[in-house]
């Protein structure tokens, strides 16, 4: 058994909790998505709104959009401001707005915090976790036996406050164990408490349902995280050594105890609009965190506007990759590749992307995606079950409904596909499918990979804002079906990344995770677009999206000078 270092204390992680940037309520479609696409012919209309078709989208203007200029493109980023030390330890500590359930741990609540999910990790250690292949786990064949004691009344058992601390913290760790051994969905309140030790009464004293006691210990999870990397960090003299401490006491830490991590990057996917907002806010703080920590390097350079972002959801995906797989062991000596990989996209040079040189072509009316006006029967069906989760959510469809919507017995429906979820599959499966299929000519005729390469997502780009609603499913809906579905979709959008790269040279930095820190970069900018709102702005990112995939193989020099070189010159005003 690996020696616990000193700044690897806990159980969670993270320079990277999960993306999707903005936190956005339940999606409204907008009008203007609505408007493309008719309802399959057959279809019968079910509850709400079904005049939903919009699988392409419209300009909302109505006109062609003009060239931004450079104070008008400040606009499309979100600035991090700058921090000083003493707000940059105030930012780990401090975790949840006001009226959250905790804000900050005293040394005592992270000691017993510490303990618990410490014992969480050991209990069961050599029961192998179930496969994440799907969206769900399966459950054990046999009752896990209880991480404690059971709590008994005594007069020495210390004060109220202590004795609700406690049995806070023994249920913490009972949900990390059960939703480790079964998953988040066959997980029940029995469960939890009998592993950790506290009664029925005393649970619904302090949580009023499963899901409420999950997010509080995804809460208490992040928290003690971000404690972890402050204490890495401020035991160390100098940028440098710090920087790598806190990095390396991250990814030690969840290659040591994964149980409180993965309940984190990997079972809360599924669990519900409530657990989305907290990983967004938790995403959106470790941006904050990265683009103040490197905002302090002491030669002043900093990065382009979105790379903290793009850091986030790299690291994200390395680790969350690895918990799939249940390689989290590789973790331990990863922290160089990953701060090799993040340095590559230090350059003053590269403050200038994302000024647009030329103005975007004129408006071009919507087409919708060409699986889905095929109008056969199963174009219906597809178009149906995308319709239906825009409009009711993917977790409230059933089979029987994606079937009439599209006009056809449930029997036919079966034929095609076993599942809502087989459906759900297909729909993302041809949507990555078309969107390579349209940007593979891109390296055809042209004078370099790197140009090549920008060629590439400025038609990647162009085809995901003509398709704002399969953009949805993809990067949100998604999250409702369970991180089987994600993982998928991860996997599809790295197909995307080993398009643009298999042509080119061998990494030079971060060689062991370039590939996987890219793909969760991609995803992470363009998905906090898309939950956004502000899909429209993303063609003005071309530079920074081509900057995010060239700056690893060619170097950080080199990829600025390509892309001035691919989209001409930079305009004068």
Known sequence: ?????????????YLGTLRLGTPAPRLELPEHLRTVVPLPEGGTPVDGEHSLAGLSVADQTGSAPSALASAATV?????????????????????????????????????????VTATAAETSSTQPSPAQSTSAHRPSSSEPSALYRKLRPHPSSGSHDEIVSSQRARLYGGMIEAVSQRGYQATTVAH???????????????????????????DIVVARARKVALDAWI???GWANRLHAACKALLDDVAENPKGPHLVLVDALGVGPSARKRMQLANLTFERLVGSAFQMA?????????MSRAIVGGVRNVVFTRMLDHRERELYAMT?????????????????????????????????AAFLARGDERARVLGSVVHLTLDVGYSHLTDPQIAQFAGVP???????????????LAVLDEFVREALDTVSGSFDEVDSWPEGVYRAMATFVEYLV??????????????????????????SVEGFTKFLTEHGPAPRHGQDVALEAITGALWAIISGYVAGGRLARLPYLVDHLTFTVLAPYVGPKVAVESIYAARGPLRSD
């Open 410 to 424: 449930t029997e036919a429906f079966h034929k095609q596909f076993a599942s809502k979820e087989e459906c759900f």
């Open 336 to 368: 160089d590749g990953v701060l090799d990989w993040i340095e590559c996209y230090r350059i003053p040079a590269a403050a200038r992307l994302g000024v647009p040189a030329i103005a975007p072509h004129g408006h071009q009316p919507p087409t919708p």
């Open 1 to 13: 058994m690996r020696a616990k270092s000193r700044q690897s204390t806990s159980s969670p992680n």
């Open 75 to 115: 606009e499309v980023f979100e600035a991090v401001p700058a921090m000083t030390d003493a707000e940059f330890a105030e930012e780990f500590s401090v975790y949840f707005p006001p009226g959250e359930s905790i804000s900050v741990l005293t040394e005592a609540e992270f000691a017993e915090v510490s303990a």
């Open 298 to 306: 002491p030669d002043g350079v900093g990065f382009p506007r979105l």
């Open 192 to 218: 939890v408490i009998e592993l950790a030790g506290v009664s029925r009464r005393a649970f619904y004293e302090l949580f009023s349902n499963k899901e409420q006691c999950f997010l509080a210990t995804y």
């Open 466 to 491: 003509a398709h704002e609603a399969l953009l949805r499913i993809a990067f949100i809906d998604l999250f409702e079906v369970g991180p089987g579905m994600v993982g998928r979709m991860t996997r």
């Open 235 to 237: 035991h160390e003299r």
